[in-house]
């Protein structure tokens, strides 16, 4: 199993360009999330999906928009990249019925914006 | 989630034990206490998790205090790669809400 993977691994962007970001689980895992690093700061919650055709905001939503076609599938979009976005974005999925329960982590992408 | 307060950073010497402390005293009915860390630009690892008894498994043990005020996460035989941030969470039990990471605990485990 490769878990949970994420494509691309580093993007740089130019301000105002869009670009999708994929998350792909193998574990049939129903829930997903998408967090965002900055440095020396904690991970923060920007969207999640308690299942495929569902997507709900986290903590910092804006500027960014999701889907989940596929239940092993959750896409994040940047419609219009801007510098603040500048950061380290993070998958996750996990299994259980709650969203509390463990969350397995991908390796990562490093979005650089200009 | 429950507020969790962790030192921000902490050293230990390679071979000996990593106790990382987190105090939680708002926690409250069967909210679990979770522990994940972030080794250097990878993405979070879940280490632990407990309700009230103590718990271990093959990478950290979990001691919970009594009141379940407070827990301590042990790494009985630290390594260099136990270099890491530690993060203590604690999910709100009601509702269904996503879990919270503070900033943690930055281990750094020295030869």
């Known amino acids: 199993n490769a878990g949970v993977t994420q494509t691309p691994k580093f993007r740089v962007l130019k301000t105002g360009q869009s670009m999708t970001l994929l998350c792909a689980q193998d574990?049939?895992?129903?829930?997903m999330y998408w967090y965002r690093q900055d440095p020396g700061m904690g991970l923060r919650l920007i969207h999640y999906?308690?299942?495929?055709?569902?997507?709900a905001k986290g903590e910092v939503p804006d500027g960014y928009n999701v889907s989940r076609l596929k239940k092993q599938n959750f896409l994040l979009g940047l419609e219009s990249a801007a510098p603040s976005q500048t950061s380290v974005y993070f998958c996750?999925?996990?299994?259980?019925?709650?969203?509390?329960?463990?969350?397995?982590f991908g390796p990562g992408t490093r979005l650089l914006v200009l | 989630d429950a507020k969790t307060t962790q030192p921000p950073s902490m050293d230990c010497a390679e071979g000996r034990a990593a106790n990382l402390p987190c105090n939680h005293s708002?926690?409250?009915?069967?909210?679990?206490v979770y522990w994940y860390r972030q080794i250097h630009s990878q993405g979070p690892q879940y280490i632990i998790h407990?309700?009230?008894n103590n718990e271990t498994n093959e990478m950290a043990s979990l001691i919970i205090t009594e009141d379940r005020k407070s827990s301590t996460l042990i790494l009985p035989h630290a390594t260099l790669r136990d270099t890491a941030v530690y993060y203590c969470?604690?999910?709100?039990?009601?509702?269904?809400?996503?879990?919270?990471f503070g900033k943690g605990t930055r281990l750094s485990v020295i030869a």
């Open positions: 996750a999925s996990s299994y259980g019925q709650l969203l509390r329960e463990t969350q397995y």
């Open positions: 574990m049939n895992h129903e829930y």
């Open positions: 999906s308690v299942g495929e055709g569902t997507t």
């Open positions: 708002t926690i409250s009915g069967n909210e679990y």
């Open positions: 407990g309700l009230k």
């Open positions: 969470i604690v999910p709100r039990n009601s509702g269904n809400t996503p879990l919270v």
